[in-house]
C-alpha cells in the first residue's frame, strides 16, 4: 500500500549531505517509521527506524552518518544523512503502520509495514 510521500533526494558529491523528509500525517498512530533504500540490483534493506519513545536503530553501514528523526508538530519524518558516499546511492523509501505482530527487533525488515512511499532517488558522486 501507497500512500506516503518522499520528498529531499537529489545528487550530490561524496562527503555532501541531504535531509529526506517523508510527512506521515494519517499514521501518527504508528508504532514505528521507518526508512529503506533499494540500490541499483540489490535487495531493498533498512536503513533507519524510530519509535514513538524515541527509541532509535540503524543499519551498520550507516550508523555515525545517519540521523532518523520525528518531528511530531509536523507529523514529519526526516533522514538527514551527511557524510554522503557512493555506496550511499540507491531510492529511499519511507514506510509506516507495522503489522500488529511485529516487534523491535524486526523494524528494519521490509516484511513489517504495510505502508509505503514511491521513493526518492539520492545519487551520490565520487
Known amino acids: 500500500q501507497v500512500q506516503l510521500m518522499e520528498s529531499g533526494g537529489g545528487s550530490v558529491q561524496a562527503g555532501g549531505s541531504l535531509q529526506l523528509s517523508c510527512p506521515v500525517t494519517?499514521?501518527?498512530?504508528?508504532?514505528?517509521f521507518a526508512w529503506f533504500r533499494q540500490g541499483s540490483g540489490k535487495e531493498r534493506e533498512g536503513v533507519a527506524v524510530?519509535?514513538?519513545?524515541?527509541?532509535?536503530r540503524y543499519a551498520g553501514s550507516v550508523k555515525g552518518r545517519f540521523t532518523i528523526s520525528l518531528d511530531t508538530a509536523s507529523n514529519t519524518v526526516y533522514l538527514q544523512m551527511d557524510g554522503l558516499n557512493p555506496e550511499d546511492t540507491a531510492i529511499y523509501y519511507c514506510a509506516a503502520d507495522p503489522w500488529n505482530s511485529v516487534i523491535w527487533g524486526e523494524a528494519l525488515e521490509q516484511h513489517a509495514y504495510r505502508v509505503w512511499g514511491r521513493g526518492t532517488q539520492v545519487t551520490v558522486s565520487s
Open positions: 524510530i519509535k514513538g519513545d524515541g527509541g532509535k
Open positions: 494519517e499514521y501518527t498512530g504508528s508504532r514505528y
